[in-house]
């Protein structure tokens, strides 16, 4: 499938001509589609666009912005099994996770058309007379976006629709990973009715057309999620330039589970959040910590049930865990697997790459569990994306809750018990932006603000309303409209209820 940047309305190629190819991770003998390999030239045409579609943009009614969104939410959900499917095939998770992804994104088109109508801000009494309060949002302008590979709807989509229902114009840049699942994306909304240069959608690498997307002098703001080392950079590139950025970078989320926990239910959580997607997500529960008493059991556990997953092609029916998502993932999840062991952590089961059979054109990583970890080791202080798993001894909650907070990053963290005590003092002193009870650490819902606490992020949450996504798409103004016909001046004047009855 050939697919191209869509910028002022019209589907081009790279100003150059060049082109790049996404693979299935599955099985790299399949191209799933070539893109362009677009450079700065690319990016300033589709900046220029934005700019010129901002005006007229943001002068239509929230309300009507918001129809646009249920009209593509719309016409997504018709084409979902087809766009679940690409996902599979260009991401590698299996077909439900697929389903799921294209069903976050249409779950944020509902919501986002919603905010259309609602997007408030407040109206408040005077301190003087004749005079009214309020705060409206606005618009920032053109916002660059740039996405990861792992959620490859979802996440354009947590980002292109609240922007857009606050009235921005903006340039998306997807990952080289997945440029046929954005380009689908872009292209409901084209089906659905938004202005030329509204959207505009620049593929290529991340070195060349992120950063000069970012750092490009026509962006008014930019949202990234991916790695740290990335994030970071553009922290430190677009800090020089006073831009607003929102990060989304990472986690080294944990689940809790106490003695008096149901371990069937443990078990269900930590296989599904640290082998869902392959470990690839933000919010994969990457570190267990385990009350003593159960520990030897839940191990064995979970080590059996780990052992028996099956791994292979996400759109065949009797696949547990799909791929990862390309061979430099690959050997970074295979470099910290043999660190966990040269750390001294006892390797329960998994723990190498498979190429037997079916997986043998693919990157397929055996679910992988390390037990007796320190939480000093790397293994249990860093992200892998992966589908690796360390596990952790506690003696008592306050120890656990310690472990939990004392990395770096703070996205997700979950506790399994049954005391509710116990759970409500983790609520409180857990430091991450997600806590779940008697959850696992993946799955969040798009009406609540998603965003890490510490080093996961920069603070600015995405999805939700106000509070989330909403606030950092918009700005707020403030207006004060004096009516009184004369000075008023705040602070200094003060009328006695006398004088205004008078
Ligand atoms: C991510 O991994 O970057 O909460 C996003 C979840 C999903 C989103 C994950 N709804 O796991």
């Known amino acids: 499938m050939d697919v191209r940047n869509f910028i002022d309305g019209r589907w081009l190629d790279a100003q150059d001509g060049k082109r790049f190819n996404s693979l299935n991770p599955a099985d790299t003998r399949q191209v799933v589609a ?17 700019r010129k579609a901002f005006p007229v943009w943001k002068l239509l009614p929230a309300p009507r912005r918001g129809e646009i969104l249920f009209k593509a939410g719309d016409l ?10 690409l996902v599979t095939r260009e991401m590698g998770k299996v077909l439900a996770e697929g389903l799921g992804d294209v069903q976050e994104a249409i779950d944020m088109a509902f919501y986002m058309a919603g905010e259309g109508r609602r997007m408030q801000g407040e109206t408040v009494p005077s301190e003087l007379p004749d005079k009214d309060c309020k705060s409206v949002r606005e618009a920032l302008g053109v916002v660059g976006l740039i996405t990861p590979w792992n959620f490859p709807m979802a996440i354009p989509a947590w980002k292109l629709f609240p922007a857009l229902v606050c009235g921005n114009t903006v340039v998306l840049k997807p990952s080289s990973d997945t440029p046929a ?24 690498r991340g070195e060349v057309v992120g950063e000069a997307l970012a750092t490009h002098p026509g962006i008014d703001a930019v949202s990234f999620t991916g790695s740290c080392a990335a994030g970071e950079q553009l922290e430190e590139l677009l800090g020089k330039l006073h831009r607003p950025l929102a990060t989304e970078m990472g986690g080294k989320n944990a689940i809790i589970i106490m003695d008096d ?48 997953f099956r791994l292979g092609d996400g759109l065949k029916q009797d696949t547990d865990v799909g791929p990862i998502i390309n061979a430099q993932q690959m050997e970074k999840v295979l470099k910290y697997i043999e660190i966990g062991t040269a750390e001294g952590a006892r390797l329960v089961t998994g723990g190498s790459q498979v190429t037997a059979g079916d997986c043998g054109f693919g990157h397929f990583i055996k679910p992988t569990v390390f037990a007796d970890v320190d939480p000093s080791m790397r293994i249990a202080r860093e992200e892998i994306f992966g589908p690796v798993v360390s596990v952790m001894k506690c003696s008592r909650l306050k120890e656990a ?46 009406h609540l603000p998603f965003g890490g606490w510490k080093h996961s992020g920069s603070g600015h949450p995405e999805a939700g309303g106000r ?24 602070q200094i004047d003060k009328q006695s209820p006398s004088g205004i009855l008078s």
């Open 34 to 50: 070539s893109a362009p390999l677009s450079g700065p030239a690319d990016v300033s045409q589709a900046v220029a666009a934005a």
């Open 76 to 85: 997504l959900l018709r084409e979902k099994a087809r766009l679940g499917e």
């Open 181 to 204: 699942c954005a380009a689908a994306l872009v292209a409901f909304l084209e089906k659905a009715g938004i202005p030329p240069g509204v959207v505009n959608l620049v593929h290529g």
């Open 261 to 308: 926990a149901d371990l069937n239910l443990a078990l269900e959580g930590v296989l599904w959040g640290a082998f869902g997607t392959s470990g690839q997500r933000c919010t994969a529960s990457s570190r267990l910590i385990i009350h003593e008493k159960v520990y030897a059991n839940f191990i064995a556990m979970l080590g059996k049930a780990a052992a028996e």
């Open 401 to 446: 809750i310690d472990i939990v907070n004392s990395v770096p990053f703070g996205l997700s963290s979950a506790i399994y018990s049954r005391d509710v005590n116990a759970t409500a003092r983790a609520e409180k002193e857990l430091q991450t932006g997600i806590v779940y009870v008697n959850a696992s650490t993946i799955g969040a819902e798009i």
């Open 467 to 490: 509070g989330g996504a909403v606030d950092f798409y918009s700005r707020v103004k403030v207006i004060y409209r004096d009516f009184s016909g004369r000075l008023q001046r705040a």
